[in-house]
């Protein structure tokens, strides 16, 4: 595979930027933590940087002894850190703790149809009925994936499955193979009906890292390829000519979207930039989202948390201006996975 081309050391120094950005904010043990820390511990495989880990660990403890908040698929997210935690420090605590959140998954939290979970926000309200959102395959479904392939554990393995096939099943659209952002099992349908960057890299992201925790002779694996495959062609088509995604895919007048071009391109990277195709809408993307991190180390132009909206101006007027955990996060893991797709 050709290489791409950057310099290392431009790379390590913007993740630790990003990385010391990210622990200036006040976050609460809740998704956008989730996913930032997610981003910080893709930094610190791809880095070895031992303070990164260091920084993960001191935050979760404190946090730990100050007292967590109720359980809901969003909140679930911070299970990805603690698993990391566990993994690279031995520490059986943040397994149990992990163990804790992939078994209110399993057992309490609501869900729909053929066992979809349902999407929940803070202290597990249900204020979505039998609605999913693509966001529950990052915060939920592969996260069900990560602590089934660790502990070997099928029932993780396999509702975390259930969910990439139910999300594919209602989400992703059979003409274009992009991704909903949401649909209401209710009224039966995608309700706004946008195609939202953010979410298609929600979806592509996890699609990507799932390929890699499961085995090609189960059938799931060629489900979960088949769509990914169908979904990235759509999405290298739809880059724009500085290598980001419009914030609505197919509305080009709308604005560029950092987190959202993230997602996507550091699933191109995970499934190997192996065309032609893919490895130039990878390095475009490279290259347009350096310019996307200040020298603080602020990730930018990220759309603030995003509700499946009622119509797409909704998503056009979503605010861009403020740092956001998710920016960070997904763009620690694009950065990450460019160096660690060098080895």
Known sequence: ????????????????????????????????????????????????NERYLTLLKEWIDE??????????????????????????????????LAKEKADYLINDAPRFAEGVLQHTVGGGVSVFPEQAWIDTLFMAGYFLIRMGDELDNDEYTNDGLRQFHGHEKYLQDKVTNLYYHGWDNLAGNNMSGIFWARGNAWAAYTMAAVLRKIDVQEPSFM?????????????IRLQSENGLWHTVLTDPSTYE???????????????????????????????????KVDERGTVLDVSTGTAVMN?????????????????????LAFFSHVLTSKK
Do not use: C
């Open 1 to 48: 595979m050709k290489p791409l081309e950057y310099n290392e050391e431009q790379i390590v120094e913007v993740i630790d930027k990003i990385v010391n950005r990210t622990f200036e904010m006040d976050h609460t043990w809740d998704w956008p933590a989730g996913v930032a820390f997610y981003g910080v511990g893709a930094a610190y495989r791809a880095t070895k």
């Open 63 to 96: 946090y730990i002894e100050y007292g967590l908040p109720p359980m809901s698929v969003n909140i679930v997210s911070m299970g990805h850190t603690l698993l990391t935690l566990y993994q690279d420090t031995g520490e059986e605590k943040y397994l149990e």
């Open 223 to 235: 489900e979960i390829h088949g769509s990914l495959r169908d979904q990235l062609s759509a999405l």
């Open 257 to 291: 979207e950092t987190s959202g071009s993230a997602g996507i391109a550091a699933a191109l990277v995970l499934n190997g930039a192996n065309t032609p195709r893919s490895h130039k809408a990878v390095q475009m993307a490279l290259d347009g989202l350096l310019k």
């Open 311 to 331: 119509t797409v101006d909704g998503y056009i007027n979503t605010s861009k201006k403020r740092i956001e955990g998710w920016g960070q996060g997904l763009a």
